[in-house]
């Protein structure tokens, strides 16, 4: 499919200011998913304080960006197993793991590891290859985190997909306050056969009466007026699959 967005609107896309305290383009994450039984909620939610002041000794040390602990109240994964993500936003790849930790004893004292190995399940890396964010000062309230598998053979064409032609749209429905912002991230850890996607788009709102105005075929034919909308439609289901979608809400943050 041929280029539809000028190297020079590519260009614009990456200086575009992000929202403070969220993923900006080169940014990584470590998003931690929990599961936490309804006998074990209160306690997790009285640890939620002292949590946030680890992570925020960690970016006061600058080796987190920031830090945000969403609940996850609906998944369009019928075997999803968690129900809260903590995620970790750092500078760099060594900065995730970067700390003072001496002993066995003194990182099971960390009141960051003592839930993890309290409620963690799984964990990955994340790296934000694409973002585009409105002007707010506070993180969003919601999250609808896409979780997409790219078919490998055409990854040149769903990068395109993703940063010369959804990356417009989105920012279009920020600058009309239909959302707060968007960012494209690449999978890192893990991987292999076994991983169902290797990428995941996340759409950002203030509240959810913003997830219904979704991007239409008149806002496509508006930002992309040379652009067949049945051809584009036909071609990203061709390159890539919506794995299932998450619903977050951000409960505590420290930035």
Same mark, same amino acid.
């Given at each position: ?13 990456? /200086?575009?200011?992000?929202? $403070? ?13 929990? &599961?936490? #039984?309804? %006998?074990? @909620?209160?306690? $997790? ?17 600058? #080796?987190?960006?920031?830090?945000? @602990? ?34 066995? *004893?003194?990182?099971?004292? %960390? ?5 993890? /190995?309290?409620?963690?399940? =799984? ?7 694409? !973002? ?8 969003? +309230? ?11 053979? *055409?990854?040149? #064409?769903? @990068?395109?997909? &993703?940063? !010369? ?5 989105? +920012? =279009? ?9 968007? *960012? $494209? ?17 996340? !759409? ?7 997830? %219904? ?27 890539? &699959?919506?794995?299932?979608? !998450? @619903? ?6 420290? #930035?």
């Amino acid at each position: 499919m041929n280029r539809i967005i000028s190297a020079s609107l590519l260009i614009v896309l990456f /200086l575009t200011s992000s929202l $403070f305290g969220q993923s900006k383009t080169g940014d990584y994450m470590k998003v931690t998913y929990l &599961e936490v #039984d309804k %006998e074990s @909620l209160s306690g $997790f939610l009285d640890g939620v304080s002292q949590w946030k002041e680890t992570h925020q000794q960690k970016i006061n040390g600058s #080796d987190r960006v920031a830090w945000r @602990l969403y609940r996850v109240p609906f998944s369009s994964n019928g075997s999803a197993w968690y129900n809260f993500v903590s995620v970790e936003i750092a500078p760099n790849l060594n900065a995730l793991e970067a700390s003072n930790r001496n002993s066995l *004893t003194t990182l099971k004292e %960390e009141k960051d590891h003592e839930m993890k /190995l309290s409620f963690a399940v =799984h964990a990955e890396i994340w790296k934000t290859e694409a !973002d585009i964010f409105g002007g707010s000062s506070s993180p969003s +309230r919601y999250v609808n985190a896409n979780f997409m598998y790219a078919v490998p053979e *055409t990854m040149g #064409d769903y @990068l395109e997909l &993703e940063i !010369d032609i959804a990356a417009p749209l989105h +920012r =279009h429905q920020t600058e009309q306050n239909r959302m707060d912002g968007w *960012t $494209f991230n690449r999978l890192v850890f893990p991987t292999g056969t076994a991983v169902a996607y290797n990428f995941i788009t996340a !759409d950002h709102y203030s509240n959810l009466e913003q997830i %219904e105005l979704g991007i239409t075929r008149e806002i496509i034919m508006n930002v992309h007026p040379d652009m067949d909308v049945n051809e584009f439609e036909d071609f990203a289901d061709s390159i890539r &699959e919506r794995v299932w979608s !998450d @619903l977050w809400e951000l409960i505590e943050y420290a #930035d």
